[in-house]
């Protein structure tokens, strides 16, 4: 038989449900939350009120799309966390609800865990290459900013966490303070493609070992740009690529650098990237340009699969289905994970 999962996804402002059967994806529908972009960043209860909108309308078309009848679903994969408690209550609520009127069992996923996972996403009449355990992945998004050792699909250790900010978090708030909509990184991204990189120079943290801080960088960025309109209020437009590429390297850098010295220590030549700030085109080039020149097995994930979809999900949801690895119906969300994934 079959074994089809529908996966859930609403940890932060995307309502997605994907179909994967037996590994293929067969649907990934996300519906984004524009709503957000006037107050500059996430507003937790209207990212919870918009899921509610979106879950049903969006669940609806992953089953259409899919061509399946719900009554093929083995089980509904949900995020349980880390996130939005009031986001993931509406996906929690919902997969608990269709699970009960379908009689079927549900599986929490975590959603880190879903990140490194989507690259185990096979699509039909296409090749993917797949990283092989042991691989180290650098897992970058709004919310994290991790260097993960990924031992197999459902066992993975955290080598690397943030202290404060994650590296989306970074991008977005240095684009909130030169004026750019959010989310900022892809914005960042796009303008820093005619920037001269090393034209500005921002503080960069002296962590020890391989975790992250980019708390350093915002504020040194916003001290910079208020110094420099004191002198030239048009600072900011007469200058925008150039800062956005000197941002964009910096925050690579500080990637990279522990990156590097987390490969040196493991000796682990697969490396895989993940999370949202994975599709930065700057990110991409310096790490091919690494890898070819340190040997380095990369892997990138297709860009439909670096921000928040439940494709990633429902491929989770399909690894623990293979080990019968249920959630009680008595399950509840949780907003952080002490261990971190
Ligand atoms: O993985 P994701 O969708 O959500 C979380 O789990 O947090 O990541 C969203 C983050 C945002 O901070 C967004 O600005 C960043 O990913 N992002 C980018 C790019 N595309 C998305 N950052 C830099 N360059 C991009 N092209
Ligand atoms: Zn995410």
Known sequence: MKKTILGIESSCDDTSAAVIQDGFLLSNIIANQDIHKKYGGVVPELASRAHQQNIVPVVRAAIKEAKINEKEISAIAFTRGPGLLGSLLVGTSFAKGLALSLNIPIIEVNHLQAHVLSHFIKIKNKQNEEPKFPFLCLLVSGGHSQILLVRDFLNMEVLGNTIDDAAGEAFDKCAKI????????????KLAKSGI?????????????????????????LYFIRDEIEKNKDFIEQNKADLCASVQKTIIDILLDKLMLAQK???????AIAGGVSANSGLRDRLKFE??????????PAFEFTTDNAAMIAINGYHKLLKNDFASQSITPLARFNNGI
């Open 265 to 271: 220590e493991t000796g682990i030549m697969d490396i």
């Open 197 to 221: 990189e090393d034209r500005f120079v921002f503080s960069k943290p002296k962590i020890k070992g391989f975790d992250y801080s980019f708390s350093g960088l915002k504020t040194s960025f």
């Open 291 to 300: 890898a070819k020149n340190r040997n380095w097995n990369l892997f990138i």
């Open 178 to 189: 030169i004026g750019l909509e959010y989310p900022g990184g892809p914005l960042i991204d």
